[in-house]
């Protein structure tokens, strides 16, 4: 299957700072891109879809200045969380579409990347 | 009412019998629909997708779809150990996918 990497796996930073995730697909073009954040014993919930030379679309709830998504290559995808608080300490999860997908088919997932906030 | 749901569980077998996982979803546009295995602390890995109704086998999994009752299914025969984790149902329409809770499925040796 199609590879995407995600990284970092996991980072602590302090409350107020910015901290950047990204998401590269490593064999395949990736034309769209999802968010998600999960938090213990939770689903994976969809922050936002990006598609690369566009905005990202975010969900509902979901703070677009607060979540900074960047799609400005067909392999690279980044979540920027900006003034980071305590309450979004979670785990984060990209994953991945190709440009010769339908839009139902499967989406490659990264090893999710764990932010602590303290 | 939840647009996807799943038994939370934790559902527990004994090592080499069949695991039966259900989900039901709200949303009768759906088109495709996936299996999910995830391990504590670990991102999701696909094991199973299905589009038709019907069943669909891969080694020990099989999937059971019926777009009528908005069901699908993941039936896991000689459960291992190894197959311990939270499974992971998705529901994917217009290219969007939507999960549920997760069902802990524990086999024991």
């Known amino acids: 299957g199609a590879v995407v990497s995600q990284h970092p796996s996991w980072v602590i930073c302090k409350r107020g700072t910015s901290v950047k995730i990204e998401c590269r697909s490593l064999?395949?073009?990736?034309?769209?891109m999802f968010w998600y954040r999960q938090f213990p014993k939770q689903s994976l919930m969809l922050m936002a879809t990006?598609?690369?030379?566009?905005?990202?679309?975010?969900e509902q709830g979901v703070e677009k200045d607060k979540f900074l998504i960047n799609h400005a290559s067909l392999t690279l995808s980044t979540l920027t969380v900006t003034s980071a608080h305590p309450e979004d300490s979670s785990f984060y999860i990209c994953?991945?579409?190709?440009?010769?997908?339908?839009?139902?088919?499967?989406?490659?997932f990264g090893q999710g990347t764990r932010l602590t906030v303290v | 009412q939840k647009e996807v749901e799943q038994n939370s569980g934790p559902l527990s077998v004994p090592e080499g019998a069949i695991a039966s996982l259900n989900c039901t979803y709200s949303?009768?546009?759906?088109?495709?629909f996936f299996w999910y295995r995830q391990y504590s602390g670990k991102s999701p890995e696909l094991i199973m997708f299905?589009?038709?109704?019907g069943d669909k086998e891969d080694g020990r999994f099989t999937a059971q779809l019926n777009k009528a009752s908005q069901y699908v299914s993941l039936l896991i025969r000689d459960s291992q150990p190894s197959d311990s984790a939270t499974y992971l149902c998705?529901?994917?329409?217009?290219?969007?996918?939507?999960f549920g809770d997760g069902t802990t499925l524990t086999v024991k040796p």
């Open positions: 994953s991945a579409r190709g440009s010769g997908q339908g839009a139902n088919t499967e989406a490659f």
């Open positions: 064999d395949f073009q990736a034309t769209t």
């Open positions: 990006s598609n690369e030379g566009s905005k990202a679309t975010y």
């Open positions: 949303d009768r546009g759906s088109q495709s």
């Open positions: 299905i589009y038709s109704n």
């Open positions: 998705a529901v994917v329409n217009a290219g969007k996918s939507t």
